[in-house]
């Protein structure tokens, strides 16, 4: 299995709304990752998590915030965000944070906020 | 110094033809430098990679030239197909060091 699956796949929210996005992999990896893509846009790195930890924060606004609950799992907590935030949010995995091996992807959850 | 430039932005190739695409970096500390291919609605995916004790590694119908003394590397596809027309990036990172650069992308549309 070398599928990452995020959900939901599409996601509109008002901007005084709470909403989380999900992110699963069973590859046995110890990295995770969240990117934003904007359109015709390469992917930038939000937040890494290697074995379980928060290990790096591109100065991510307050209003994203990551969570790690196991090894498979990644949470991305959402919460009075703006327009401008709209975009694809992509989570990743690769084996480990330091080595550099194939970070996977999953299809992203194209977020829309109103 | 942890850019990647990419060109060109957009590349329109006949269907049998080949697409080149061309990456340039300053950082001589990368070590690693993947290929993704994006399709629209979908998540990026690892195409090919190369560690620059390598020039050259194909896999199939692409292929990846690395010449280290130009900090240059680019990708190949041959006998380019419709299917191929996709948004490609490269991208560089540095072991020890868990975030990839990515270049700007270019778009490739293959005519039939």
């Known amino acids: 299995d070398t599928e990452v699956t995020q959900t939901p796949k599409h996601l509109v929210m008002g901007m005084t709304n709470k909403k989380s996005l999900k992110c699963e992999q069973h590859?046995?990896?110890?990295?995770m990752y969240w990117y934003k893509q904007k359109a015709k846009k390469p992917p930038e790195l939000m937040f890494v998590y290697s074995y379980e930890k928060l290990s790096i924060n591109e100065s991510v606004p307050s209003r994203f915030s990551p969570e790690c609950p196991n090894s498979s799992l990644l949470n991305l907590h959402l919460h009075a965000l703006q327009p401008e935030d709209s975009a694809l949010y992509l989570c990743a995995s690769s084996q480990e944070a330091a080595l550099n091996t194939e970070a996977f992807f999953g299809q992203g959850t194209r977020l829309t906020v109103v | 110094q942890q850019q990647v430039k990419q060109s060109p932005q957009s590349l329109i190739v006949q269907k049998g033809g080949i697409s080149i695409i061309n990456c340039a970096y300053e950082n001589t500390a990368f070590d690693y430098f993947p290929w993704y291919q994006q399709f629209p609605g979908k998540g990026p995916a690892l195409l090919i990679a190369?560690?620059?004790?390598?020039s050259e590694k194909k896999e199939g119908r692409f292929t990846i030239s690395f010449n280290k003394s130009a900090k240059q590397f680019s990708l190949h596809i041959m006998d380019s197909q419709p299917g191929d027309s996709a948004t490609y990036f490269c991208?560089?990172?540095?072991?020890?060091?868990?975030?990839?650069?990515f270049g700007k992308g270019t778009m490739l549309l293959v005519s039939p």
């Open positions: 190369i560690r620059p004790d390598v």
């Open positions: 991208a560089a990172s540095i072991s020890g060091y868990s975030t990839l650069t």
């Open positions: 590859m046995g990896h110890r990295a």
